[in-house]
């Protein structure tokens, strides 16, 4: 089962519907709360559980995580094109954005400017805000 999820996760052997067809009745990163489903997975903007958001059946992901809270980043990752698909840690591209006027623009311009994913550019755009805001009131009850 192991290695099936693993071939599932980089998109290795199927196609991505066929991948989203297997994986969307159940997996371990699946969280049901009051008949709602959400999904934890790495590479899921929203946490949603749907074909959209999905870090696994979607070649193209955008993720957008907690980074260094003593330096106040957000950490941003994307999958790189043309890289080894046997060396999963090096698939991801990722880079810490500091907290700034630009952060919108350079997330904007990761996801829509490039080509890459311009439907979750927006997404990933309210995630990262969140994200920082959290910092910003950690920040405030420290004083």
């Known amino acids: 089962w192991w290695n099936l999820q ?6 290795l052997s199927m196609s991505a519907d066929l991948t989203w067809m297997i994986l969307r009745d159940g997996h371990s ?4 709360r009051d008949g709602v ?4 997975e790495p590479g899921n903007v929203m946490n949603k559980h749907s074909y959209k958001y999905s870090g696994f059946a979607n070649k193209k992901t955008v993720d957008v995580a ?24 090096q698939m991801l591209q990722k880079s810490n954005l500091k ?26 755009i ?4 969140k994200i920082l805001r ?3 009131v950690e920040k405030k009850d420290k004083q």
Request: glycine share 8%; hydrophobic share 40%; with cysteine.
């Open 6 to 11: 693993i071939s599932i996760g980089l998109g």
């Open 29 to 32: 990163f699946l969280i049901e």
């Open 37 to 40: 489903r959400f999904s934890a």
């Open 66 to 89: 907690m980074g260094d809270k003593k330096k106040h980043t957000v950490a941003f990752a994307m999958k790189k094109q043309g890289c080894s698909i046997r060396k999963p840690a």
């Open 99 to 124: 907290f700034s006027a630009k952060l919108a623009k350079v997330i904007a311009y990761e996801c829509a400017g490039k080509h890459y994913r311009a439907d979750l550019s927006h997404d990933a």
């Open 126 to 129: 309210r995630r990262a805000k």
């Open 134 to 136: 959290t910092l910003k």
